[in-house]
């Protein structure tokens, strides 16, 4: 069964405190592992694709890498607006449908 | 920069009431999917759509569930006799191509309150 897990579920930074989150994933010939962003009450937010094992993509502070069973999203000297829920979804086999995992609620306090 | 964007942004339906959940996805995308959320559960897959017809559905989508394309820019969900567990935040997501270097834009979502 494709399946998605995060860790940590939660995660409290002080500002400028580097950190990384983690995916791992099960899915029979990845299509593409995507990050997002999820602020409350909002819809996720697209971040980063990533296909093959090796790749890293960057947006300021946010660096996603891949090997073939899990993703890091590592932040580089947090800011409180940072705060928000990152989610990590792979396409199933069909690459059809994303499966999400629960998401890491990271919280940055100034 | 183009949206997704979803009306109402709260619903507050008596069970066994019908509701439609309105989408108006980005304009041109080509592939549409509906995802719910329950509260502090995963998002999860409900259906995909494209070329006026349904691509897949996940065991969710049961036959209280439709989907539509009523005109060349809303895309719908609607629930035929609601159920206490259908409440949850309902999002809309488009892409331009289901390939996966496509990634689906999503929605702010619907909030859907059973009562």
């Known amino acids: 069964e494709d399946q998605v897990t995060q860790s940590p579920e939660a995660l409290r930074l002080q500002e400028g405190e580097s950190s990384s989150l983690n995916c791992s994933y099960t899915v029979s010939g990845l299509r593409g592992l995507f990050w997002y962003r999820q602020d409350p009450g909002k819809g996720p937010e697209f971040l980063f694709t990533?296909?093959?094992a090796g790749e890293e993509k960057e947006k300021e502070r946010l660096k996603a890498t891949l090997t073939k069973k899990e993703s890091f999203l590592h932040i580089t000297a947090p800011k409180p607006e940072d705060s928000a829920t990152y989610l990590c979804?792979?396409?199933?086999?069909?690459?059809?449908?994303?499966?999400f995992g629960k998401g890491t609620t990271l919280s940055v306090s100034s | 920069e183009p949206e997704v964007t979803q009306t109402p942004s709260h619903q507050v339906t008596q069970m066994g009431q019908e509701v439609i959940l309105r989408c108006v996805p980005i304009?041109?995308?080509?592939?549409f999917y509906w995802y719910r959320q329950i509260l502090g559960q995963k998002v999860e897959f409900l259906v995909s759509f494209y070329n006026n017809e349904i691509s897949e559905k996940s065991e969710i989508f049961d036959d209280q569930f439709s989907v539509e394309r009523p005109d060349g820019s809303n895309f719908t969900l609607k629930i035929r006799s609601t159920k206490l567990e259908d409440s949850a935040m309902y999002f809309c997501?488009?892409?331009?191509?289901?390939?996966?270097?496509?990634?689906?834009?999503f929605g702010d979502g619907t909030r859907l309150s059973i009562l």
């Open positions: 990533l296909y093959s």
């Open positions: 304009s041109n995308h080509l592939y």
């Open positions: 997501a488009s892409s331009s191509d289901s390939r996966s270097n496509q990634p689906q834009h």
């Open positions: 979804a792979v396409f199933n086999q069909a690459g059809t449908a994303l499966i």
